[in-house]
């Protein structure tokens, strides 16, 4: 497969491909009859899938930290390029992204009526900023992508939502804009640093790590990138926004949002809040707070998702809870720990997507997601309450499923120089198993006494073919989550080795990241 790749130079033209097809498919949707844009949209976003897969062989992870990389001048007085590549890290935030967009689709076909081209444009144009933030090595375009995000999401959720769809789609909207604007503020005192020492403007991510900064300037900037990033984690205590979003916005923003959307606070905190600012990233206040945060987040999410009467809503704590492992595995500044971090995003983007997918089933199929009001189901619809079963114990974290190779990494990674929080965040795999297993209970196995669950039909073809990628992806990454980890390793084992967290004081005796200007090669559509 390498061999095929490098003959069709693939490494030359993909990430550009992955970038921008999708506005033109977004183009085709637009001209093409209502009737039809469901259909053009998922064969577009599957088609981009099956493009994507090439990725995997064509990462070496005995290469270059960075591959596929490409930089030319765009905005030449500023300092701007055009600037992509990837690594191990980015590398499976785009196949999650690329994965998620079609089955999320194709489950809307029986849950959008009303608009259609416009809600599969707006997917279309999501698709776009999402792989723009992952692939963006210029940080001016990073900025640019991770904006863009927010205005195809707050129409998806302010337009096609619930009752409360436009409060949950302002409240989405003024939470990350304001987030997004003090970045955007330290992001050009650091461009305005970086200048004077670089002696040229630059917003490239290799040339800024480095800019010598004071361990004052380097906090204050660490906390305008790390406010954005955990207002989009959400991290506690800025995560209200995320459980109305969840609820009012429609089946397939909810799968998006989950899956892929919150994924971007936590890769900006390994992408950019660390290796920019390596001395506040490894103050132990920072630590301490991060920390803090990301277990109180595991355990209160999990208390507040256990008394839940509606099923979205509780999956929509569930989330929280999931990113609060997260961030103790990315601020456990371990190997271990990182993995255990992307491992978690990876789990969660397929299990909680999953879980989304399927309360949309249900609601389809009773317009309620009380979940008093089921019971039974499993009589009626043996194959959906399978789906379910394994969804949610994958959720949990059960060995042998995804969940639990990125959970036991990161509390592995964090117990390694933080036992007492790694201890008090274990504790929220024994709550996730509190709030999840009663509501499966609830829902499957309960009496069957209403009517109308006795009159629920099973799974259909179409909504097969949307779990079942996901099904086997929780079991495989289970049982055999090898390949991923070697893959992801040289991106982790860098971060980690630049911070040093040993204890190196003088910035300037930091190691420098791989990817200086003389190794970039020029590529381009």
């Given at each position: 497969m390498t061999?095929?790749?490098?003959?069709?130079?693939?490494?030359?033209?993909?990430?550009?491909?992955?970038?921008?097809?999708?506005?033109?498919?977004?183009?085709?949707?637009?001209?093409?009859?209502?009737?039809?844009?469901?259909?053009?949209?998922?064969?577009?976003?599957?088609?981009l899938f099956v493009l994507s897969v090439?990725?995997?062989?064509?990462?070496?992870?005995s290469g270059e930290l960075f591959q596929l990389v490409t930089r030319r001048e765009w905005i030449a007085v500023w300092g701007v390029s055009y600037a992509l590549g990837i690594d191990g890290i980015s590398l499976f935030m785009i196949l999650l992204t690329t994965l998620t967009m079609p089955l999320a689709i194709l489950g809307s076909f029986q849950y959008i009526r009303e608009r259609e081209k416009a809600f599969y444009?707006?997917?279309?144009?999501?698709?776009?900023?999402?792989?723009?933030?992952?692939?963006?090595?210029?940080?001016?375009?990073?900025?640019?992508?991770?904006?863009?995000?927010?205005?195809?999401?707050?129409?998806?959720?302010?337009?096609?939502?619930?009752?409360?769809?436009?409060?949950?789609?302002?409240?989405?909207?003024?939470?990350?804009?304001?987030?997004?604007?003090?970045?955007?503020?330290?992001?050009?005192?650091?461009?305005?640093?970086?200048?004077?020492?670089?002696?040229?403007?630059s917003f490239h991510l290799t040339d800024l790590v480095g800019t010598p900064l004071t361990t004052t300037e380097q906090l204050w900037l660490f906390?305008?990138?790390?406010?954005?990033?955990?207002?989009?984690?959400?991290?506690?205590?800025?995560?209200?926004?995320?459980?109305?979003?969840?609820?009012?916005?429609?089946?397939?923003?909810?799968?998006?949002?989950?899956?892929?959307?919150?994924?971007?606070?936590t890769y900006g905190f390994?992408?950019?809040?660390?290796?920019?600012?390596?001395?506040?990233?490894?103050?132990?206040?920072?630590?301490?707070?991060?920390?803090?945060?990301?277990?109180?987040?595991?355990?209160?999410?999990?208390?507040?998702?256990?008394?839940?009467?509606?099923?979205?809503?509780?999956?929509?704590?569930t989330s929280v809870a999931h990113m609060g492992f997260v961030i103790i595995g990315i601020f456990?500044?371990?190997?271990?720990?990182?993995?255990?971090?992307?491992?978690?995003?990876?789990?969660?983007?397929?299990?909680?997507?999953?879980?989304?997918l399927l309360v949309g089933m249900l609601y389809e199929r009773r317009h309620t997601r009380e979940i008093a009001d089921f019971?039974?189901?499993?009589?009626?619809?043996?194959?959906?309450?399978?789906?379910?079963?394994?969804?949610?114990?994958?959720?949990?974290?059960?060995?042998?499923?995804s969940g639990f190779v990125g959970e036991f990494l990161a509390l592995l990674g964090t117990f390694e120089r933080f036992p007492v929080f790694a201890v008090f965040a274990t504790t929220g795999v024994i709550f996730a198993a509190y709030y999840m297993?009663?509501?499966?209970?609830?829902?499957?196995?309960?009496?069957?006494?209403?009517?109308?669950?006795r009159a629920i039909p099973d799974l259909s073809r179409r909504e097969l073919v949307v779990l079942g990628p996901l099904l086997f992806l929780m079991i495989a990454l289970g049982v055999s989550p090898g390949p991923v980890l070697e893959r992801m390793e040289p991106g982790v084992q860098a971060v980690v080795e630049y911070l040093d967290v040993e204890g190196v004081e003088d910035t300037a005796a930091r190691p420098v990241l791989p990817l200086d200007d003389g190794d970039v090669t020029e590529t381009g559509p």
């Open positions: 061999a095929f790749l490098d003959g069709i130079g693939y490494g030359t033209w993909a990430l550009h491909a992955l970038l921008w097809l999708p506005l033109v498919g977004l183009a085709v949707v637009l001209v093409l009859p209502a009737e039809r844009a469901k259909h053009v949209a998922f064969a577009w976003t599957a088609g090439g990725l995997w062989w064509a990462f070496d992870p444009a707006l997917m279309l144009l999501l698709q776009t900023g999402i792989v723009g933030v992952f692939v963006s090595m210029d940080l001016f375009l990073f900025y640019v992508f991770f904006e863009l995000t927010l205005v195809p999401m707050y129409f998806i959720v302010g337009v096609w939502g619930g009752e409360r769809r436009i409060y949950a789609a302002v409240k989405f909207f003024l939470y990350t804009a304001l987030g997004s604007l003090l970045m955007l503020v330290g992001l050009l005192y650091l461009y305005a640093s970086a200048r004077g020492f670089l002696g040229q403007p906390a305008a990138f790390a406010l954005a990033f955990a207002i989009k984690v959400p991290l506690f205590p800025l995560h209200t926004w995320l459980p109305d979003a969840h609820v009012e916005a429609p089946t397939p923003g909810s799968v998006v949002l989950a899956a892929v959307l919150l994924k971007m606070g390994i992408r950019f809040a660390l290796p920019l600012f390596p001395e506040a990233a490894t103050h132990p206040g920072v630590i301490g707070l991060m920390m803090t945060l990301g277990v109180v987040g595991i355990i209160y999410a999990a208390w507040v998702a256990a008394v839940q009467p509606d099923a979205k809503k509780l999956v929509a704590y456990a500044l371990t190997v271990n720990g990182l993995q255990g971090g992307l491992m978690v995003m990876i789990s969660h983007g397929v299990s909680t997507g999953a879980l989304f019971g039974g189901l499993a009589r009626v619809a043996p194959l959906m309450a399978t789906a379910f079963v394994i969804t949610a114990l994958s959720s949990i974290g059960l060995p042998g499923t297993l009663p509501m499966v209970q609830r829902i499957l196995f309960n009496r069957l006494e209403d009517p109308e669950n």
